[in-house]
């Protein structure tokens, strides 16, 4: 099997935390016909499913913020939003990993491929993303253990689709090498969490207050700025959340790399061993 070379999407080496960038990004770039459209529809569902929460918090758009003294209620919109945030990078983590997965192994998936149920266990991810949202909301509630209940759960779609490991068994492998290395994985994904926050309230923001300047529409109106706010959030989470599940796929095999040879592996399988061996873990 011929090694895959210094560009591809992801080198079969391991990669420094700029190259797992940069990888991630090249990953949506192959796949963002598929992976945007789906994100977009799963941003717009998770816009609507806020709404009445925050309606019942009385926040204020863009940034649904409120007054200190129903600083309880935000707290947990907050927090329900972190969960939403977890269940739609995990169902996106399905089709990305096994977009990873084909382009550790030097070929591009097609979009029937990425959806294929048996290939991305659509079943097993439909079920065990809210298991992972509420984790991610239960954590966020106490504040900075957010970043630990985020951290933990970035392989819990690669597991599943990529390692093949039980439904059962994949929360427990998701932690385990989340906290390998010193907890590199799960350090890494809060990093590109947390970077893709940053630009997102900015792009966010620049596009409703342009809006705004443009008098494009009128978001004096309460009943007009609410919608314009979720429209904005739900096209830069698009692009953003796709990117989030793009780092989990190739950050993952990145770790199988480091820590457990997988790397090596693929240079001594034999040909024409099938890709679904090649992939899974060793348990």
């Known amino acids: ?12 080496r391991p990669l420094t935390v700029g190259e797992l960038l940069d990888s991630a990004v090249l990953l949506l770039r192959g796949h963002g016909r598929l ?10 569902g998770e816009q609507l499913l806020l709404y009445p929460l925050r309606l019942l918090t009385d926040v204020v758009p863009p940034i649904w913020w409120t007054e200190w003294g129903a600083f309880g209620g935000w707290w947990v919109l907050l927090a329900v939003g972190a969960g939403t945030e977890a269940v739609v990078v995990t169902l996106l983590g399905a089709p ?17 491929e990425l959806l294929r149920p048996a290939g991305v266990r659509w079943g097993a991810a439909l079920l065990l993303a809210p298991v992972v949202g509420l984790l991610v909301a239960l954590a966020a509630l106490l504040g900075p253990l957010w970043i630990v209940g985020y951290g933990l759960h970035g392989s819990v779609a690669p597991a599943l689709v990529l390692d093949r490991v039980p439904a059962g068994q994949v929360l427990s492998r998701s932690a385990r090498i989340a906290v390998r290395g010193g907890g590199r994985v799960g350090n890494v994904r809060v990093l590109g969490y947390l970077g893709w926050w940053i630009l997102r309230v900015g792009v966010a923001l620049g596009l409703f207050y342009g809006v705004d300047r443009l008098d494009l529409v009128d978001l004096t109106d309460p009943a007009v700025a609410p919608v314009a706010a979720m429209v904005v959030w739900a096209a830069v989470n698009s692009v953003a959340y796709p990117a989030l599940a793009c780092l989990d796929a190739v950050t993952h095999l990145d770790a199988r790399m480091r820590a457990e040879g997988l790397d090596i592996r693929l240079s001594r399988a034999p040909a024409g061993t099938p890709e679904p061996a090649l992939l899974a873990a060793d348990r």
């Not at 992976?35 to 799963?42: F, G, Q, T, Y």
């Open 96 to 112: 990305a990993a096994r977009a990873a997965g084909a382009a550790l192994l030097g070929r591009r998936a097609g979009v029937r």
């Open 1 to 12: 099997m011929p090694d895959v070379g210094p560009t591809a999407v992801l080198p079969r």
């Open 35 to 44: 992976l945007i459209p789906l994100a977009a529809v799963l941003a717009v």
